[in-house]
């Protein structure tokens, strides 16, 4: 399994200095106690789309009050470590989505209520509507429903709170390791045009950008 605490040059820069200086373990008890840490400070940024984001305003007030839980929004994606897609979600949609999730900083998970981001729901046989989200970006955790109450949004942050508290290998991890299988299947239903560019690799820019 491999670890949630990583990803960063000051993450690996400190486990060398710790393994040098013997205390190994020592990494072992930090790894633990930040992603502990991590599962209870989640910013959502404040996205809507389908049915079930009429859901989020209970979720989040007074009477849900996913706050308790270390669950809060934020405005921007840049601030966020997750995205929740609550419902169907159009190509035009899409889009934004991948924009929205791309300016999201690492580690960064993504949601998903209802039927629809499985497998098209009730739009399956639409000519606009995606059929299955988890072919363009990852879904880390799918709470289902149609649409899902405030309960069933809260059980899907438990179990994305106990996936980073116990390190294991998340959605965006994955989409670097498998960028090419996400980019053609984006660029299959967008076309080429598309902001930032797919002529342009944004994860090698080092080399010239291109992809
Ligand atoms: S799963 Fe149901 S409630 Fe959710 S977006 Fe689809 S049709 Fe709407």
């Not at 992603?35 to 400070?41: K, L, Q, Y």
């Not at 993504?110 to 879904?139: A, E, F, H, Q, R």
């Amino acid at each position: 399994m491999e670890s949630g605490f990583h990803g960063s040059d000051l993450d690996s820069s400190l486990k060398c200095k710790l393994e040098e200086s013997g205390m190994a373990n020592t990494h072992a008890i930090m790894e633990k106690a930040v992603n502990w840490f991590r599962s209870r400070s989640i910013f959502v940024v404040a996205y809507g789309t389908g049915c079930g984001a009429i859901e989020m305003p209970p979720t989040f007030t007074s009477r849900y009050d996913a706050e308790r839980m270390g669950v809060v929004g934020v405005a921007t994606p840049r601030q966020a470590d997750l995205i929740i897609l609550s419902g169907y979600l159009a190509y035009k949609t899409l889009r934004r989505v991948i924009r929205t999730y791309e300016q999201m900083q690492r580690p960064k998970y993504v949601i998903t209520l209802g039927s629809c981001p499985i497998n098209g729901g009730m739009y399956w046989d639409s000519y606009n509507t995606i059929k299955k989200l988890d072919d363009y970006i990852p879904v880390d955790v799918y709470v289902t429903g149609c649409m899902p109450r405030p309960e069933s949004v809260i059980e899907g942050f438990v179990l994305l709170q106990e996936r980073i508290k116990n390190g294991e290998k998340a959605g965006w991890q994955k989409y670097d390791e498998n960028l090419k299988f996400y980019k053609d299947n984006q660029k299959r239903v967008l076309g080429g045009h598309i902001d930032p560019s797919y002529e342009t690799d944004w994860y090698n820019l080092e080399n010239g950008g291109v992809a």
